[in-house]
Structures are given as structure tokens and as C-alpha cells.
């Protein structure tokens, strides 16, 4: 256990250098502070996770996220390991109101001796939209009936204490009943780790939490409701608990019984009207026309709306032909090749699977499940053979629209020499309002006229970063910088997750300089919050006061005050009024635009930064000094820096403040506006 002193809790659990109000989805375009706040950590016991946190999802009205991890010193102090044996961290829910941490389910159980595995625990979190239903899988008893030692199926509601019933309810349970699965015994056997039924995280629960999509393991099983252990392995189910259904997914197109091939993510829409998954044995399962590869090994992306009862076609979300286009005749072939175009050839040049498997490849669905986002290796037909390397797209599945007119191509590989260009895009998750997505890749350069870059650009190719994808003003931007403005010092994991109007994103990093102080060489949980720009009132600028002389500011009680000043000297002061004891960063930007290949591209460049800790509510100053050689060299030419700079304090109790100032860096003269951002 790391015990941690109080007066770092404010470096390692509260700083996010810049808060955020959240927006609506209609906002214009998306803007994100500096670093984050984590939720990998105790506000309680003043600790930061003593061990890697892998995943996080966070609930669709933003306030919840549920976190996989590995750290043993989240618990409460009232809550002992068993007897002889310890657990390994588990899956929490976060409050980002309140910094509470609540355990939901324990993780894996050892033994004390020689840490052998005893029963794996809670793993694979989905959260409902306001945060008061969790699914997971583990194969730990959770209700009495569950007596199969093979991993289940279960949501937590987190409205009840974990030892009062009701707290948990088994998912993967026969149609009609809460009686559990049983699954045909293994030749070798797995005690406390049989496979059973899974859960895909982030992805597997409805938004009010009444249905959760499961799929079976490579194991024959009794589900839905068979009299014996004869339903083939790798199916695909959907649970509502309302009445108490299981109702099995994958289907033959011909005859309706079990296809298998769930052996993908699959994930269910907020509404719970739809699901989509990466599952193989796609032609016995869902059209395609003549020409077209019956190899049963190739992984496509599948979409069925349940909401249309047990006889609802399976449909391809993409594909290299187009059995949706309604000019298509079904008895000509489709002649191999990905520049021959028609009605029966669709948007790709390929298979989803294209050049590269997507069976670890989650499709990502809207709330009402019509609009999807996928990540494939194939071209966008026609175009000669591209990489091997994933980009994204988008569909719409309305009907009436076919794979052509529906799918945007938006991104697309590059020189594969060139890893800005040609990183492949690594996680995805969307909106429920399909507007927002949220990205994972290396990669800081997107060819195509489909997304314009706003902001700043990765400085050093190499790490993984976390985008924000606008679909309505077609933009992509990175979500999450350090704490002072600099890139991420670590990967971001390809598994993100974003809130239903898109206003706050969750991710997993080994990045340690998102927020300060991080020093437990492990990957962490974060949030960003979306923001808004702060708009610019100007006042009268005071004259330029020289080197020693500050203006004098009165501190409101309750509010951060900023006033700046231009030095002739190049520097500028900031006159800050801080009302208690906290942490401060100020950071000045300015953007830049260029013109390359005849396009505007626009940059975001940080010309200084300072920090300070106030220790009680008062006055103080914060110097910026430019830098870079590139802002001294202008400084030196006679010419003038203007710049916002944000400045950014997190009281000793967590409440965030922050204001903006404009400010100009000029070695002979200088001037400065102000403008007020308000709470934030």
C-alpha cells in the first residue's frame, strides 16, 4: 500500500490544469484544457492506484466512470481480504462530483503462500447512462444459484449495499428464468476460471441499463433455453431483464438456429434497439452476392436491430459489395478487383477484414444504433491497393440508404515510412448523439480533405494520443495534453470511451504528466472535459510599469482575479488574487496559420508557463517568460508576441477556477487585455 502526504493530494488527485463546464452537443467546435483529472485514485485515502488501471468507461450523463484495475489499496479500510488469501484490485465506480470511489465487484482472488490463482475476478466494466447499473464478467458466486465455477455474466446495482440482495443479478442466465447457464465440462479442467460467458467492455449495456449483450465462449452450453448442453460455442445473446429473456443473436439466416462466430466485440446501442459485433461464419448469417469470398473464417462487421423481434435480418455494416442498393441484380458476379465500380460493388476494396484482421475491432454505434463507426484496412472503392494499416470510417444503416451513399472515408494511411502519417487507428468509441468519436492513434497527420486538424500537432511522432472526431464540422483534434501544455509523455490505450453529448472522455495512460506528481510508474485513469472557449471582454490596457513595479489587486472573496502586464524586458506579469490556499498554473498560446498544399492549417504554439502554490487566500505573481528560440528570436526582431493566457487554480478542497488574459510579449512596449472565462 502507498500512503501518500496529505499535502500531495492536491499534485496527484485533484490537479486538472484547466476545468470545464460541459457543453451541449451542439457546441461549434470542441476545445480541451491542459492535463485531466484522475479517477484511478482515493480522495479518502489520499492515494493514486499502487498498481495499473487498464480501462475505463465512463456513464453516458458524464458523472460516472467504472474502472478495471489492479491496485490493492483502493478498498475501504473497512473492507479486509479473505482469509488466506488477497485480491487483485477489482472493478470501481468513480464520482466526478463528489471524488468518491465505490468497489462494484473484487478482482482476481489469490492465495497469501504463492499467489495462485483461486478465482478470477470482476473484469470487462459497462456502465448505464447514469451510472447506477454496471455490467461485468467473473467467475466468482455473486448470487446463490450461481454454482456452475465458470466465469458469468452479471450487472451490479450500485443503488444497493454489495451485501444486501439485489445488489447483483446474473445475466447469462436461461430464457424465462434467473436459473444460471450450465457449460459442458472442459477435458481439462479450470477451477475458478472456466470459461463461460463474456461481456465486451464499454459497449455491452443498454443506456437505462435493461438489456446486456453476452456471448458464449469456446464451450457447448444449455442457453437459451435447451434441454441439454447442445448450443454450439461462440454465440452471441441478448438479456432483457425486465423479462427475464435470453434471446440468441446469431442466427442462421435459414432456419433461424445458432450460427456461432461471436468471437469478436459485440456491443448494444443506448436505446437497446440494436446490436453490431465482429463474428465470422458471415454467409450463413447475413447476404452476399455472388463473387464474394464463403470462406467462414473471415471476420465482417454484423448489425441486427432486436427491436424488430426474433426474425430481424443480419446486415453487413460494410463490405465490398452492396446488397442494399436496390439497382443491384443479385445473379451477376462481382469481378475481384478494387477499381471496378457498379450498383452491386460497395463502398470498400475489400472485405472489412481487408489487409489486416479487425476481429479485436469493435464497430461503434450511436444511441439509436442507425449510425456506425468502423475501423478497417481496406480501401475506399475505387482506389488502387492502399496499406495494411487501419483508418475509419463512417455508415449510416437507415433504410433505403445503401453501403455506397451511406459510408464517409475519413481517414486514410499514408506513406508507411512516415509514422505520422500511417499510424493505424488503434480504439474508437461514439456519442450516443453520433455526433462526437472518440480516437486512439500515433498518428498526427490526416490526409484526407475529410477532417480538418484544429489545434495543436503532436511535436515527436511515436506515442499514442487521444482524438476527438467532430462527424457535423468534419474536425479532429487531440483531447489531452500535459498538465503545462506539452505532448503526452506515455501511450494512450487504444480502449476509450466518451459520454453521450460527447462533453467528457475516459481513458486509461502511462503518460505521467497529465497531472503533477504522478509517480507510480503505472498506467493511470483519466477524464478530460470538454470546454468552452472564453469569450474576450477588453478593458483599458495599464501603461508599461518596468521591471519591479506589479498593479495592485484587490481579491474577491470567492473568485480568482488576473491582471497582466507587459514588461519591457519581453516578460509579463501576471497580478493573480487567489481566494485560499491551492494550486496555480498559468499557460500562454497563441495560434498560428499556415498555408500548405494550398491549405489553411491551423496550430496551436505555447510561447511560456509558470506554477505557483499559494498557502493561503491572498496576491501573488506569476511570471511568463517566453521560451522557445523561435518566440525569442521575434521578441529580438522588434516584433510583437500576442497570446491567451489561461490561468488555472485548483483550491485545497478540489474547486476549480480559471480566467483568461490576453497578453502581448514585446520587448519595448507592452500591452495587455483581459478577459473574464468564470467558473469553470
Not at 344 to 352: H, K, R, S, V
Not at 472 to 485: C, E, I, K, S
Request: charged fraction near 20%; glycine fraction near 10%; aromatic fraction near 4%.
Amino acid at each position: 500500500m502507498i500512503s501518500l502526504p496529505s499535502a500531495r493530494l492536491l499534485a496527484l488527485v485533484v490537479v486538472a490544469a484547466a476545468g470545464a463546464t460541459a457543453l451541449s452537443e451542439t457546441a461549434a467546435e470542441a476545445y480541451y484544457g491542459l492535463g485531466a483529472q484522475i479517477v484511478s485514485a482515493s480522495f479518502a485515502r489520499l492515494e493514486q492506484g499502487d498498481d495499473s488501471t487498464t480501462y475505463a468507461t465512463i456513464s453516458g450523463n458524464g458523472r460516472y466512470v467504472a474502472i478495471q484495475t489492479r491496485a490493492r489499496n483502493l478498498f475501504d479500510d473497512s473492507d479486509s481480504d479473505p482469509l488466506g488469501s488477497y485480491r487483485v484490485g477489482g472493478i470501481f465506480r468513480f464520482d466526478m462530483e463528489t471524488k468518491a470511489l465505490e468497489r462494484v465487484a473484487d478482482g482476481d482472488l489469490r492465495g497469501d503462500v504463492d499467489g495462485a490463482l483461486i478465482t478470477r475476478g470482476a473484469q470487462n466494466p459497462s456502465i448505464s447512462v447514469d451510472g447506477s447499473t454496471i455490467a461485468f464478467s467473473t467467475a466468482a458466486q455473486l448470487v446463490p444459484a450461481d454454482t456452475n465455477d465458470s466465469i458469468d455474466v452479471y450487472i451490479r446495482n450500485m443503488n444497493i449495499a454489495p451485501s444486501a440482495p439485489g445488489a447483483y443479478e446474473l445475466i447469462s442466465a436461461r430464457d424465462g428464468s434467473d436459473q444460471p447457464a450450465s457449460y459442458a465440462p472442459r477435458v481439462t479442467p479450470m477451477p475458478g476460471r472456466n470459461p463461460g460467458t463474456d461481456v465486451s467492455r464499454g459497449i455491452a449495456i443498454s443506456g437505462d441499463g435493461s438489456r446486456v449483450i453476452f456471448r458464449t465462449a469456446d464451450v457447448f452450453t444449455d442457453l437459451p433455453s435447451s434441454a441439454g448442453l447442445d448450443t454450439p460455442e461462440y454465440q452471441l445473446f441478448v438479456r432483457d431483464r425486465a423479462a427475464h429473456s435470453t434471446t440468441l443473436v446469431t442466427r442462421l439466416s435459414s432456419g433461424g438456429g445458432p450460427a456461432g462466430g461471436a468471437i469478436g466485440p459485440a456491443g448494444i446501442s443506448s436505446d437497446g434497439s440494436t446490436v453490431a459485433w465482429t463474428g465470422q461464419n458471415g454467409p450463413a448469417q447475413t447476404r452476399l452476392l455472388l463473387g464474394e469470398s464463403l470462406d467462414t473464417s473471415l471476420s465482417y462487421y454484423l448489425w441486427q436491430r432486436i427491436d424488430d423481434g426474433p426474425t430481424s435480418p443480419t446486415r453487413r455494416i460494410t463490405g465490398l459489395a452492396d446488397p442494399d442498393d436496390p439497382a443491384c441484380d443479385p445473379s451477376l458476379a462481382l469481378i475481384t478487383g478494387p477499381l471496378v465500380t457498379g450498383s452491386c460493388y460497395g463502398p470498400l476494396t475489400d472485405t472489412e477484414q481487408g489487409r489486416s484482421d479487425i476481429l479485436n475491432l469493435a464497430p461503434a454505434l450511436s444511441g439509436d444504433g442507425k449510425r456506425v463507426a468502423f475501423i478497417t484496412a481496406a480501401g475506399l472503392r475505387p482506389t488502387a491497393v492502399t496499406g495494411s494499416l487501419a483508418d475509419l470510417f463512417v455508415t449510416d444503416m437507415s433504410v433505403g440508404v445503401s453501403r455506397k451513399v451511406g459510408t464517409l472515408e475519413l481517414t486514410r494511411e499514408g506513406d508507411p515510412n512516415d509514422q505520422g502519417t500511417s499510424s493505424p487507428i488503434d480504439g474508437l468509441s461514439m456519442s450516443s448523439g453520433g455526433r462526437w468519436l472518440a480516437v486512439a492513434s500515433a498518428r498526427t497527420t490526416y490526409l484526407l480533405p475529410a477532417l480538418r486538424f484544429i489545434g495543436a500537432r503532436r511535436s515527436v511522432v511515436g506515442s499514442r494520443d487521444l482524438y476527438v472526431v467532430d462527424l457535423d464540422g468534419l474536425t479532429v483534434q487531440r483531447a489531452a495534453l500535459g498538465r503545462t501544455g506539452t505532448d503526452l509523455n506515455g501511450d494512450v490505450a487504444s480502449s476509450v470511451s466518451i459520454s453521450a453529448n460527447g462533453d467528457r472522455l475516459a481513458f486509461t495512460s502511462t503518460a505521467t504528466n497529465l497531472i503533477a506528481g504522478d509517480a507510480n510508474d503505472r498506467s493511470d485513469a483519466f477524464v478530460v472535459t470538454r470546454q468552452a472557449e472564453p469569450s474576450e471582454s477588453i478593458v483599458v490596457p495599464p501603461p508599461d510599469l518596468g521591471p519591479s513595479e506589479v498593479p495592485d489587486v484587490t481579491p474577491p472573496p470567492t473568485r480568482l482575479s488576473v491582471r497582466a502586464t507587459g514588461r519591457s524586458d519581453g516578460t509579463v506579469v501576471l497580478a493573480v488574487a487567489v481566494p485560499s490556499s491551492g494550486g496555480l498554473a498559468a499557460v500562454a498560446r497563441r495560434s498560428t496559420v499556415k498555408v500548405v498544399a494550398g491549405r489553411k492549417r491551423t496550430s496551436i504554439v505555447t510561447i511560456a508557463s509558470a506554477t505557483a502554490k499559494p498557502r493561503r487566500a491572498g496576491r501573488l505573481t506569476l511570471t511568463l517568460r517566453p521560451a522557445s528560440q523561435s518566440s525569442k528570436r521575434l521578441l529580438r526582431s522588434g516584433k510583437a508576441i500576442s497570446a491567451k493566457a489561461v490561468v488555472s487554480f485548483i483550491s485545497s478542497q478540489g474547486k476549480r477556477l480559471s480566467r483568461t488574459v490576453t497578453v502581448v510579449f514585446r520587448v519595448k512596449a507592452a500591452k495587455a487585455t483581459a478577459s473574464w472565462a468564470g467558473w469553470r
